[in-house]
């Protein structure tokens, strides 16, 4: 039996050989083409994008093709090709959808707005995903209803998105959508909604709806939130700030005394023991960044060793108030300094000299 089957075997093979023969030299021909690929690299690296080659590659029989130029155009930002790309999303292909989609939100031009909330209904997630982030780049408030209302979709990736967009919008009239929402099941997209507000200047509204989440079960949560009542600089924050001083995560702890900071209330002198536990932390984080509000002055540094340095101006203006005296050395040099006084004294920065270990007068 194994005989008789190997004539019928060599046969098939005899057969084959001239396809095969014929397949290597078509194969040969080809390669010896211009690869399509290759010249969209060459022009990508050359950042030849208005030459009017890639445009030509948009309209490719080819979906990778189609594909790949997009992505290209959108790495150059070639606004010359804004219209081709406005005309591929209604490409078969969802490649080609995705990066004609990621290659308009790097243009940032506002006549693609239409478009990109057209393709807000794609059946692809991976184009809604990139549609929202791109109508965030346009940074277009036409755009905020749209974007808005994805933050009540299905899925957190989208909704995470949703928020990360309105951030980059940072239109007030989405205040409403995401404090609604800052009761969202899943930290990831809670604290990007907590991000999103911190764009938005309304104290009197952001605040109260934020100051909770410094108890959030999640440090990351409680981070942003710090970081959003800052940014409201608002004495209206003040409370909730100094009762998050008792955070002992670090990374928050780091937050809330930016915060503050940032908030320059001078009763937040009342958390002095509070400020001394930080200076005292057994983590770096918190005394490195350190810059009492009360009175007292701190300089940030490059590494974490000492960074506490007063300057002898700072010491005057004072007027007996307990600073922190000791000097670091001469090679540490200062990256910032910050004064916050008690009230009747002055709230102001105080100049950096920006030479090795000195404070400016």
Do not use: C
């Amino acid at each position: 039996m194994k005989r008789a089957a190997m004539p019928v075997m060599l046969g098939a093979l005899l057969a084959f050989a001239p396809a095969a023969h014929a397949a290597r030299a078509h194969g040969a021909d080809a390669a010896a083409a211009p690869s399509p690929y290759r010249s969209i690299a060459i022009a990508e690296d050359q950042r030849r994008g208005s030459d009017g080659e890639l445009r030509g590659f948009l309209n490719d029989d080819l979906a990778g093709v189609r594909a790949r130029a997009a992505l290209a155009v959108g790495r150059l930002q070639d606004s010359t090709s804004a219209d081709a790309l406005i005309g591929m999303l209604d490409d078969p292909s969802r490649d080609v959808r995705r990066e004609g989609v990621f290659a308009l939100g790097q243009l940032g031009r506002s006549e693609a707005r239409p478009s990109l909330i057209a393709q807000l209904g794609d059946m692809d997630a991976e184009v809604v995903r990139l549609a929202i982030e791109a109508l965030g780049k346009l940074g277009d408030p036409r755009a905020t209803p749209a974007v808005a209302a994805r933050l009540d979709g299905r899925s957190p990736r989208l909704r995470g998105e949703a928020a990360v967009a309105l951030w980059r919008l940072a239109d007030t009239s989405a205040a409403g959508a995401l404090i609604a929402d800052l009761s969202e099941p899943d930290a990831g997209v809670r604290w990007r909604i907590v991000y999103a507000l911190e764009k938005l200047p309304l104290p009197a509204r952001v605040v109260p709806a934020v100051a909770p989440l410094l108890a959030d079960p999640e440090p990351l949560v409680r981070a942003h939130a710090a970081r959003t009542l800052g940014r409201q600089k608002s004495r209206l924050a003040t409370p909730a700030l100094l009762g998050a001083l008792k955070d002992a995560d670090p990374a928050v702890l780091v937050n809330v005394l930016r915060a503050l900071q940032q908030v320059a209330d001078s009763s937040s002198g009342a958390g002095l023991p509070a400020f001394t536990t930080a200076l005292g932390h057994a983590d770096p984080q918190p005394p490195q960044h350190l810059r009492y509000p009360d009175g007292y002055v701190v300089v940030e540094g490059e590494d974490r060793g000492d960074v506490r340095v007063v300057s002898d101006q700072a010491l005057d203006r004072a007027e007996g108030l307990p600073l922190v005296r000791e000097r670091e050395p001469a090679s540490h040099r200062v990256v910032e300094v910050e004064v916050v006084f008690l009230d009747g004294f002055l709230e102001a920065e105080e100049p950096v000299d920006r030479q090795d270990g000195q404070i400016g007068p």
